[in-house]
């Protein structure tokens, strides 16, 4: 008689003790369980609900591989509501594609981010060209939570996914001389038609600049993504600042040259209206822009029921991480 | 005039007042519709601005263009588009302080005297207000001659809203030396006609000089 025997489970099909034990902790923070990682203050990139059929960016393999161990960290992430994906892709100011807050969304749309060269160039050990993928490559991926007002008076939340401005630029070795770092946007007239405009005031390539210590500063940031994916086209993709207690316009976009310098760069807005626009271009709502008020804004998206106007913090909000940089300085004055 | 000259000039009339709704109209509709963006309340406020500044200077446009083409139905069209142009300025406003504002008297008072553009743009406005209540055929006859006295406001107010515009610029100029340019053509064409007008009236009282010095 043929007794069939209970098949021999094989140690392979077995989960080891290891692997189990690394189940239960994926289990525990994908539920989000605050004990899972008690020792650590990270969290994993938020989720977004897939709100609607807005367009996605997913953005370049290796920027993909890289954001699924992206996290983030604490203490930058304000509480603020979020303004939706659809209006943060879709009401920009970038002037290099036009000069309507709906076009840049329109036109960027074929510019090639990818791929995408960096050149380290001035007061630095380590100077060069870099592939963007090398440039970010050696970085963990992080989510912030930042506000932004724009100097015309508007303001939004987005959580970005990005580096440590920091971090980065001392990768490079910075000399001492190094005083400022000047950061530049790509000039391609054939992608960016508004440079080849005959009716705008800027001088194209637009450039920014921070004084190295404000580089230095924990906020200051550089985004390569949004809403947990990349950067679409017209928020600056493929690498762009962000520095959240400064008016926006000192978010410079789709940067491919950043340099160290010992002495003040001229930003092109203040270049342009040296009354109007400084180099600090810090949040202040006691400092008027000359033709406006800056003591409230209107959050945005703005509804027709309510004009969502609030009142504008001093460093929109950071004092406490950058007021310290301008001690002593009249604010009035460095506007 | 006949039947149906009557009813040609009838249409004529309510297509050119549906199509100047239009905007407006439109506009409603996309807000209804939630097709205007991040910021629905400036697009509309911009929007009814550049309305009320295209109405003007088409208001302005009439008496040339009536001239030049000989199109002379077109004047009974001037008073309708500076009428526009006033509907459109108030509700400009009018959105600006609700949308925009929301009627928070305190942040209306700073916005209205902190932005030098919008002073000009509201001293247009109250400009155009006592023109466009006595724009009717009833105050056009009381006042008589001081009509069209108090009507010139209309040049100053032109001026006030390219100013309003010229104030705005950031960057682009684009607009503003458009409507820079066309303004310059509607006032040099009176200036034009003007001078014109004295030169032959001087050339008149010349010839008539001439003859009397030749009775004598």
């Known amino acids: 008689m043929l007794i069939k025997q209970r098949q021999q489970i094989l140690s392979s099909e077995i989960t080891s003790e290891s692997v189990y034990k690394q189940r239960r902790v994926f289990m525990k923070s994908a539920l989000g369980l605050a004990g899972a990682i008690a020792s650590s203050n990270v969290a994993a990139l938020t989720n977004y609900p897939q709100e609607d059929d807005s367009p996605k960016y997913p953005?370049?393999?290796?920027?993909?591989?890289?954001?699924?161990?992206?996290?983030?960290?604490?203490?930058?992430?304000?509480?603020?509501?979020?303004?939706?994906?659809?209006?943060?892709i879709s009401y920009n100011n970038f002037y290099e594609f036009g000069f309507d807050k709906s076009e840049p969304a329109k036109r960027a749309q074929k510019f090639i981010t990818d791929p995408w060269k960096v050149e380290i160039s001035g007061e630095v050990g380590k100077p060069g060209v870099y592939n963007l993928e090398d440039f970010v490559q050696p970085h963990t991926l992080e989510e912030r939570i930042y506000r932004m007002r724009c100097v015309e008076g508007w303001s939004m939340?987005?959580?970005?996914?990005?580096?440590?401005?920091?971090?980065?630029?001392?990768?490079?070795?910075?000399?001492?001389?190094?005083?400022?770092?000047e950061f530049t946007t790509l000039h391609d007239p054939k992608q960016m038609p508004q440079q080849n405009s005959l009716f705008g005031t800027l001088d194209w390539p637009y450039?920014?600049?921070?004084?190295?210590?404000?580089?230095?500063?924990?906020l200051a940031f550089l985004a390569t993504g949004l809403y947990g994916q990349g950067l679409p086209p017209q928020n600056g993709a493929p690498l762009r600042?962000?520095?959240p207690w400064k008016y926006g316009f000192k978010n410079i976009k789709s940067i491919v040259k950043i340099r160290f310098t010992e002495h003040m760069p001229v930003n092109t807005w203040n270049k342009t209206a040296p009354r109007e626009y400084g180099f600090y271009a810090n949040v202040n709502p006691e400092v008027d822009h000359p033709r406006w008020s800056q003591?409230?804004?209107?959050?945005?998206?703005?509804s027709l029921f309510s004009p969502n106007r609030i009142e504008t913090l001093p460093f929109y909000g950071y004092a406490e991480q950058v007021a310290h940089l301008y001690k002593g300085m009249d604010l009035t004055k460095w506007i | 005039m006949d039947l149906k000259g009557k009813w040609l000039q009838r249409s004529r009339w309510w297509l050119i007042f549906t199509v100047s709704a239009?905007?407006?109209?439109?506009?409603?509709?996309?807000?209804?519709?939630?097709?205007?963006?991040?910021?629905?309340?400036?697009?509309?406020?911009?929007?009814?601005?550049t309305w009320a500044i295209n109405f003007l200077w088409i208001t302005l446009a009439i008496t040339p263009v009536r001239k030049m083409f000989g199109w002379n139905w077109l004047a009974k069209y001037r008073r309708m588009m500076g009428l526009y142009s006033f509907v459109y300025a108030a509700l400009h406003l009018l959105a600006f302080a609700t949308f925009m504002v929301g009627w928070n008297w305190k942040i209306l008072i700073i916005e209205i005297t902190e932005r030098p553009y919008a002073i000009v743009g509201f001293i247009a406005l109250l400009l155009l207000l006592p023109l466009a209540v006595t724009s009717t055929k009833a105050m056009q006859r009381r006042l008589k001659k001081r009509w069209s006295t108090l009507h010139k406001l209309v040049y100053p107010i032109a001026l006030l809203s390219l100013l309003h515009i010229i104030w705005?610029?950031?960057?682009?100029?684009?607009?503003?030396?458009?409507?820079?340019?066309?303004?310059?053509?509607?006032?040099?064409?009176?200036?034009?006609?003007?001078?014109?007008?004295?030169?032959?009236?001087?050339?008149?009282?010349?010839?008539?000089?001439?003859?009397?010095?030749?009775?004598?």
């Open chain 2, 168 to 216: 705005q610029i950031r960057s682009d100029f684009s607009e503003a030396l458009t409507y820079g340019l066309l303004l310059c053509f509607l006032l040099g064409y009176r200036f034009y006609q003007s001078r014109l007008k004295s030169a032959s009236s001087v050339k008149r009282s010349a010839g008539g000089i001439k003859l009397k010095t030749q009775t004598n």
């Open chain 2, 22 to 49: 239009l905007p407006v109209s439109l506009l409603v509709y996309s807000a209804v519709n939630q097709q205007l963006g991040a910021d629905p309340a400036k697009e509309i406020v911009l929007e009814l601005g």
């Open chain 1, 207 to 218: 450039v920014e600049g921070l004084r190295m210590d404000e580089a230095m500063n924990p």
């Open chain 1, 59 to 88: 953005g370049p393999n290796w920027l993909q591989d890289k954001l699924q161990s992206s996290i983030t960290p604490s203490g930058f992430q304000a509480k603020d509501k979020l303004t939706p994906y659809k209006d943060v």
């Open chain 1, 295 to 302: 003591a409230t804004e209107r959050r945005l998206p703005s």
């Open chain 1, 241 to 243: 600042l962000v520095v």
């Open chain 1, 157 to 181: 939340v987005i959580p970005w996914v990005g580096i440590p401005l920091a971090d980065v630029l001392k990768r490079f070795e910075p000399t001492s001389k190094a005083k400022y770092v």
